[in-house]
């Protein structure tokens, strides 16, 4: 999963709400005002969420925006990432800088939960011992006895377990956004893949029971949610684990019987277990949306074989092309690493090949990056000029298929279900924001007169410009350009 696919919006922790005359309430402390900081992936801003869910349980009030610009609070936690080496660096770097909050608020607790608290537990209590609390992805809900005992002995608390004993979907929920949920359908991973470190900080898959799930999605509906995305490091192998290989795609057309569900997402597949009946639920079911991010990671066989990847270039593009043939409007991202160990200029020229034929809607592409722990890691590595030459060039490459891709949409209606004004420049030019059914980012023109739609609402526009990676509607409905809104 990638940090990369989501807009500060959509990756924002849980702030208060304002109180129904637009001023937030600051004079309720409760147990202690939190902020939890994320990194990662969408399975973190979800664990954000249980997170945020299991503190104000237990008493705690979520900050106001104005109390995180102004540093007041008593308790901040940061949920962290282990999938890349910068992501790491980050961590130490930011709760270097909480050091100095401590010290000028000697009350203040720091919590560090997440992947690198569950990878390391220890280190980050020796190396920052102004930490308070740290905690792994398999016991969010032991925060807050943390706090407490951390508030008593005076002394930094570790709790960092291996084994699962709840799904942390068991747990209270403080959701971010009320329009749009994330739901786990499984957690863990059980493959192999020798660049990767999640097997190690998530453990071996665990699938939910598919009644559990929907009525989870239910309930999120029944709150005002309109769209969910489910969640898990390779949601279509789910029920494999009971030898129900159908069980994802029957858990897809569940979905669309859900009344007041508008849209459904789910990220990531695997390529290999991504098989026809999941494309035709996709296809077939008018709520799951032609949306799809479909990692490659190479288009070198023999890189393939060495990342432990279970399908080759061929079988790629095979399965690209049925998808294509079901749903021609389908826009797929993938993930590519460049650099990795071996690799040789053949092998980054078959992944070009591959991304040319493949035309990605977009690619979030990494040079490799050594994570301790993993097979990968030991291997002779590529020197960094030559990834870095091969990343620009692979970019290049993907910024002009992007831009060609989003040029087709210049001319069209479009429904998009508005998510906020979270462009840079939404609020002089008169925008909002949201995503297309297929997942494209859109800065939507209210035409003077028209209304102006809130959060949640659908709007049907006329794309007027396509950018680099998002697409603008300034629609001129006095030209016969569309401009509509549905609640």
């Known amino acids: 999963m990638n940090e990369d696919m989501m807009t500060e919006a959509e990756r924002a922790s849980k702030l208060a709400e304002p109180a129904g005359d637009g001023v937030a309430e600051t004079s309720n402390r409760g147990k202690g005002v939190y902020y939890v900081h994320t990194l990662g992936c969408q399975m973190n801003v979800h664990d954000s969420e249980r997170i945020a869910g299991v503190l104000e349980s237990d008493g705690y009030v979520p900050a106001t925006e104005e109390q995180v610009i102004d540093k007041d609070i008593d308790l901040i936690v940061m949920n962290t990432c282990a999938v890349r080496e910068n992501a790491a660096e980050r961590m130490y770097g930011t709760i270097g800088l909480w050091a100095q ?173 991504f098989t026809d009946d999941v494309i035709a639920a996709m296809a077939e079911t008018p709520n799951i949306m032609h949306q799809l991010h479909f990692p490659l990671q190479s288009g070198s066989d023999r890189i393939l074989r060495a990342m432990r990847r279970s399908y080759r270039s061929a079988k790629f593009l095979d399965i690209l092309g049925r998808i294509r043939e079901a749903m021609p409007d389908a826009q797929i991202s993938t993930d590519i690493i460049v650099g990795f160990p071996g690799e040789t200029d053949e092998d980054f020229e078959e992944t070009m ?62 429904e998009v279900m508005i998510t906020g004004a979270a462009g840079k420049k939404d609020s002089a030019t008169h925008r909002v924001t949201g995503r297309e059914r297929t997942g494209v980012l859109v800065h939507i023109g209210v035409p003077d007169g028209e209304p102006m739609p809130e959060v949640g609402d659908f709007v049907t526009a006329t794309v007027t410009h396509a950018g680099r990676h998002n697409l603008i509607a300034d629609p001129d409905p006095a030209k016969g350009q569309t401009y509509s809104v549905r609640h």
């Not at 969910?228 to 789910?238: E, I, P, R, W």
């Not at 030991?378 to 040029?407: N, S």
Request: net charge positive; with cysteine.
């Open 101 to 273: 909050m401590k010290r000028e608020r000697p009350n203040l607790q720091i919590a560090v939960g997440g992947c690198m608290a569950q990878l390391d537990r220890q280190k980050i209590a020796k190396k920052a011992p102004w930490v308070d609390a740290v905690f792994g992805t398999k016991n969010i809900g032991s925060l807050p006895r943390l706090l407490d005992q951390a508030r008593m002995i005076g002394e930094p608390q570790v709790d960092v377990v291996d084994k699962l004993d709840y799904f942390p979907s068991q747990l209270p929920t403080a959701r971010a956004s009320r329009v749009s949920s994330w739901v786990s359908i499984s957690i863990g991973c059980n493959n192999t893949c020798t660049f990767c470190i999640v097997p190690t900080t998530r453990g071996k898959e665990h699938d939910r029971r598919p009644g559990d799930i929907l009525a989870e999605i239910r309930q999120c509906v029944d709150n005002g949610a309109k769209e969910v995305t489910l969640l898990g490091q390779n949601v279509n192998s789910f029920g494999y684990g009971i030898g129900d290989r159908y069980a994802f795609s029957k858990l897809l057309r569940a979905c669309g019987e859900i009344d007041g569900l508008e849209r459904v997402r789910f990220t990531s597949p695997h390529p290999a277990a």
């Open 353 to 414: 090949r591959v991304v040319r034929e493949a035309r990605f809607s977009s690619a979030f592409t990494f040079e490799y990056s050594p994570r301790p722990g993993t097979p990968a890691a030991a291997m002779e590595q590529v020197p960094h000029e030559v990834v870095q030459e091969r990343f620009e060039r692979l970019v290049a490459l993907q910024e002009q298929i992007t831009a060609e891709e989003l040029a087709k949409f210049e001319g069209r209606d479009i």
